[in-house]
């Protein structure tokens, strides 16, 4: 990134001592254990598992975890991922893993189920058809191909009738109207069931299975049914006995269960072993047990079902993860066992279990419960997601990559927010409720929550929790608007931005001095903070170096103090990196501050301390906004102009000249209704909503999925309507999306994008806990 000569006091002044956290990564083999490997605990990878509901349920509303993903249905039936997704199985259509949850493109509803395989991930739609996305090397997306796919594609012959999915490993099966199974993908134990080892990329017939089928269920390398009188069959790998037919042998087509205690309900099949909940609420497992994952009180693996220890007959419900089970209690309690190395088993520790034991921290009634390869999770009655154990992607949807061994909550989905506001490194948004929230980079306290504590996700900012009408961010400060007129503000205070007469940083907000009413706009610019008055007057306060006070002095001010010559006029003011320009009731503009690449837009160079015309600009103007060293203004008509500096196209005139004059903004397209610019990049706001950004782009903050900056307007990725507001920070950019919630994109070494991460993004991702809005997790109800 190249930094121009008059960009050093923005460098030197700004530059902050942080710790930049690292995402976990790895990749995927592309190829499935061999039969070797599979028997070698050290050399298999993760199982995704899909207990299946009887069909005298609604399969909807429910939660699904793959190997390192999980994914989950919301109450409209809309569909989000998060975790690992190399091989794009969180159907976002990139390949970036997600530490909460994101939106499947296309199916933000009309969903009942999803099924979540190793690296594949398949949903089940009202109109019974099944659509898959994610890696398909040996067919299970089921789309007739071998190649993956990042966003969902319809499972061929398979567009209606299906009221049940499951996901093993690297297939995929499906549960007909006319209670047949067909299958799908990887082929070399059989766990399709055809009789044949041969993959398929298309649907095929489960043999002696075309009827009288309720219930399926898929684990790594093995396939399970339950027929009407509740009998068990199974097929596919069975080196470790996770048939549960007496023998080690692999089978081509179903083979029953022997050994069980009466009709059964449901199954859930691990990597290596298989357990089944009986009519009577008796829990009986088989197959490897290296781990104590059937629950007996040891270590030996059993070719025939054997009943769990302490569990007697009241469970109701069953997810087996890849070394691990957990059952629900017919009380709502969960008891886990097996392998915990991850902290799966939820029960505060990292020790392996031989018998069942309590998930701790649950103070409701756990509904449903469901687990992926080292990591578990429950919907709780009051629709809550809680999630523990392993979460090297972000699998279990909370903060930072690190293991859980005891339930965290998902961030919510829900929410709205009314505002938003984008500093050099940090981002603040304005709830329905009218509280602040703040994350990001916080070495001067300027998030807010009486800390100096990096947040990568929002938290409230202390005392501010309602009456809050307006926020804007500074370089490394914030000031919120109350509904009576005052302001208070917090962070870095070294030129006296805060405003309280002192020169102290502070973690959690303080009131400007002598402005405790009158006040209905404020602006930050880097180190300065201004405020417009009921009667059209200025008043600014902090770092006047460069004149941006409009005092006529190059004095720093710790208190707020008129613009000379703005005491009424004014409709709107904007405050750059070391410039400030006004909005006049004439529909003209005025500026001061910095000038040294035209920012003012006075023809000239020159400082000024004293607020001076814009010229040459073509029409009235509706809102202006100020970057580091450029500005821009809307016009009426819809029209952009900019001027100042334009060294990474900032100013959108197709060039990298600077302006001293206003220039017009082309190849926009389309009329703007609203503006913002960043550090060295604008973005505008369109009348049908969408988002067109130019300039910078070496941290993604574009949104257009690349880092190549852009002298010309580029559309953001998904956001071409129904966008509320935007905001633009030194680097990266924020957006209120029009269905709720929140979604920002480009740099995040600070956390400024609040997913949880500290990963650039070229493209929007959520906020954490502003995902959406009016969503609310139901449970997949099991019989």
């Not at 259509?93 to 969903?111: D, Y």
């Not at 629900?328 to 020790?351: I, K, P, T, V």
């Not at 998904?718 to 957006?735: I, P």
Request: net charge negative; proline share 4%; hydrophobic share 35%.
């Amino acid at each position: 990134m190249r930094f121009p000569l008059r960009w050093m006091p923005v460098i030197c002044g700004l530059l902050i001592s942080l710790v930049v956290l690292a995402q976990a990564a790895g990749a995927a083999s592309d190829n499935p254990p061999s039969a070797q490997e599979r028997a070698d605990r050290s050399s298999l990878p993760g199982l995704p598992h899909l207990p299946v509901a009887p069909l005298t349920s609604r399969a909807a509303d429910q939660v699904a975890d793959g190997a390192y993903h999980t994914c989950a249905v919301s109450a409209n039936g809309g569909v989000s991922c998060w975790g690992n997704n190399d091989r794009g199985q969180l159907g976002d259509n990139t390949l970036t893993s997600r530490l909460a949850p994101v939106e499947v493109i296309g199916l933000s509803s009309g969903v009942l189920a999803v099924a979540a395989g190793y690296m594949h991930t398949c949903a089940l739609m009202e109109s019974g058809g099944v659509k898959c996305w994610g890696f398909n090397r040996f067919g299970q997306l089921g789309n007739g191909e071998m190649f993956g796919r990042r966003k969902p594609v319809d499972v061929v012959g398979l567009q209606s009738g299906v009221i049940a999915i499951a996901a093993g490993g690297y297939h995929t099966c499906a549960l007909t109207t006319g209670k047949g199974v067909k299958c799908w993908g990887y082929n070399q134990f059989g766990q399709l069931g055809d009789g044949t080892h041969k993959d398929s990329s298309l649907p095929v017939d489960v043999a002696r299975l075309s009827s009288g089928v309720f219930a399926i269920g898929a684990g790594s390398w093995h396939t399970c049914s339950l027929s009407g009188i509740g009998e068990a069959r199974c097929w596919g790998a069975n080196a470790s006995g996770q048939l549960g037919d007496g023998t080690q042998e692999d089978r081509r087509t179903p083979v029953k269960v022997v050994g069980l205690d009466g009709p059964q309900s449901s199954m859930a099949a691990g990597s290596l072993h298989t357990c089944a909940l009986s009519a009577s609420g008796a829990v009986q497992c088989w197959g490897a047990n290296d781990s104590g994952q059937l629950g007996d009180g040891t270590r030996l693996d059993h070719l025939e079902p054997v009943s769990v220890s302490g569990l007697g007959t009241g469970a109701s419900g069953l997810a087996a993860g890849e070394y691990h089970t957990c059952a629900r209690l017919a009380a709502g309690d969960l008891r886990c066992w097996g392998d915990n190395h991850s902290g799966q088993l939820g029960d505060a520790s990292f020790e392996d279990r031989l018998a069942p034991v309590a998930v701790v921290g649950l103070s409701e009634e756990v509904l449903v419960v469901t687990a992926g390869a080292a990591h578990t999770c429950s919907l709780m009655e009051s629709k809550a997601l809680l999630c523990w154990g392993n979460n090297a992607y972000g699998q279990v949807g909370r903060g930072i990559a690190l293991n859980r061994p005891e339930p965290v909550e998902v961030h919510s989905l829900s929410g709205d927010l009314e505002g938003l506001a984008a500093g050099l490194a940090h981002s603040c948004a304005l709830s329905t409720s009218r509280g602040a929230w703040c994350w990001g980079a916080n070495p001067y306290g300027q998030i807010g929550d009486g800390t100096k504590t990096i947040r990568l996700e929002p938290v409230d900012v202390v005392g501010l929790s309602s009456g809050i009408q307006y926020l804007t961010a500074g370089g490394t400060h914030t000031c919120a608007l109350n509904e009576l007129g005052g302001v208070s503000c917090w962070g870095n205070n070294w030129s006296g931005q805060l405003g309280d007469g002192t020169l102290t940083d502070r973690t959690s907000p303080v009131v400007v001095e002598n402005l405790a009413s009158r006040v209905i706009a404020l602006t930050a610019g880097v180190s300065h903070t201004c405020a417009l008055t009921d009667q059209g007057g200025l008043l600014c306060w902090g770092h006047n170096w460069s004149g941006q006070l409009g005092d006529g002095t190059d004095q720093n001010r710790p208190l707020p103090v008129a613009v000379i010559g703005l005491s009424d006029g004014v409709r709107a003011v904007t405050a750059g990196g070391y410039h400030t320009c006004a909005l006049l009731e004439s529909s003209g503009v005025m500026c001061w501050g910095g000038n040294s690449a035209g920012q003012l837009g006075d023809g000239s160079t020159t400082d000024r301390y004293l607020p001076v015309a814009v010229v040459g600009l073509s029409g009235n103007v509706r809102a202006v906004s100020a970057g580091a060293f450029h500005t821009c203004a809307l016009l009426e008509s819809g029209d952009l102009q900019c001027w100042g500096e334009n060294t990474f196209g900032q100013l959108g005139d197709g060039t990298t000249l600077d302006r001293l004059k206003p220039v017009g903004v082309v190849g926009l397209w389309a009329k703007a209704r609203g503006l913002a610019a960043g550090s060295a990049h604008t973005c505008a706001l369109t009348r049908r909503g969408g988002i067109k950004c130019w300039g910078d782009n070496s941290y993604g903050q574009l949104g257009d999925g690349s880092f190549d900056s852009s002298i010309l307007p580029v559309n953001v990725v998904g956001l071409t309507s129904g966008v509320r507001d935007l905001a633009a920070g030194y680097a990266h950019t924020c957006v209120l999306p029009g269905e709720g919630g929140m979604r920002c994109w480009g740099h995040n070494s600070h956390g400024q994008l609040g997913d949880g991460s500290a990963s650039l993004y070229p493209f929007p991702v959520g906020v954490l806990g502003f995902e959406g809005r009016d969503q609310v997790w139901l449970p997949l109800i099991q019989h």
